[in-house]
Nanobody, 119 residues
Framework: VQLQASGGGLVQAGGSLRLSCAAS?????VGWFRQAPGKEREFVAT????????LYADPVKGRFTIARDSAKNTMYLQMNSLKPEDTAVYYC????????????????WGQGTLVTVSS
């Protein structure tokens, strides 16, 4: 499975960005993780391709929304009210476990897209 993430960029605090992740084929679930400089990879959100199993990390609840377009094999992460602490490389991932925040449960990874939030 190949995953291609896009949509990162530079935005001011309080702004919005939408990340996209195009998959060559579906896996049971897809998710977003992020890694800031000097920090470990962090879970952001996950959704099953059926759309009925969604999980968010506490720091992004109420600000980020994960969604998928099954017809296009594409996943999205709408990020609103961005904060400087959201600055990181965001990775999309695919796996066969639903509602998992454990990066080890995801077998397939995209190349990452950089999100920078200025204060």
């Amino acid at each position: 499975v190949q995953l291609q993430a896009s949509g990162g960029g530079l935005v001011q605090a309080g702004g919005s960005l939408r990340l996209s992740c195009a998959a060559s084929r579906r896996t049971f679930a897809v998710g977003w993780f992020r890694q800031a400089p000097g920090k470990e990879r962090e879970f952001v959100a996950t959704i099953s391709w059926s759309g009925d199993r969604i999980l968010y990390a506490d720091p992004v609840k109420g600000r980020f929304t994960i969604a998928r377009d099954s017809a296009k094999n594409t996943m999205y992460l709408q990020m609103n009210s961005l904060k400087p602490e959201d600055t990181a490389v965001y990775y999309c991932a695919g796996g066969d476990y639903s509602r998992s925040s454990d990066y080890k449960k995801y077998a397939y990874w995209g190349q990452g897209t950089l999100v920078t939030v200025s204060s």
